[in-house]
Nanobody, 124 residues
Framework: QVQLVESGGGLVSAGGSLRLSCVASGRTISSYGMGWFRREIGKEREFVSAISWDGGSRFYADSVKGRFTISRDNAENTVYLQMNNLKPEDTAVYYC?????????????????WGQGTQVTVSS
């Protein structure tokens, strides 16, 4: 069992930055791929970014490439999402996820656990 708790969301003006954190407990996540997703009101949850167990592979949705950076600190059992140059269309609830199947990689279809989400609101 893995519990994921996100934090760092909030209200920011367009062009601003936020850093989301996802702290895992119950089991070490050092051997698992981790990801971030988001859901806007009335829409499906969408993939944002993912990172392999060692940080060697990172993936981003086209909409956030060049603006968002995913990273992890396995010693702290934590994954981060640095979000820069935020846009109003980035407004959503952001969720952390762990892939407990893919032996260190990340496949969005193999998410074993989700966090409860943190709200990010970007004003224009």
């Amino acid at each position: 069992q893995v519990q994921l708790v996100e934090s760092g969301g909030g209200l920011v003006s367009a062009g601003g930055s936020l850093r989301l954190s996802c702290v895992a407990s119950g089991r070490t996540i050092s051997s698992y791929g981790m990801g971030w997703f988001r859901r806007e009101i009335g829409k499906e949850r969408e993939f944002v970014s993912a990172i392999s167990w060692d940080g060697g592979s990172r993936f981003y949705a086209d909409s956030v490439k060049g603006r968002f950076t995913i990273s992890r600190d396995n010693a702290e059992n934590t994954v981060y999402l640095q979000m820069n140059n935020l846009k109003p269309e980035d407004t959503a609830v952001y969720y952390c996820a762990v892939d407990t199947v893919s032996a260190g990689g990340f496949n969005r279809h193999y998410v074993g656990y989700w966090g409860q989400g943190t709200q990010v609101t970007v004003s224009s």
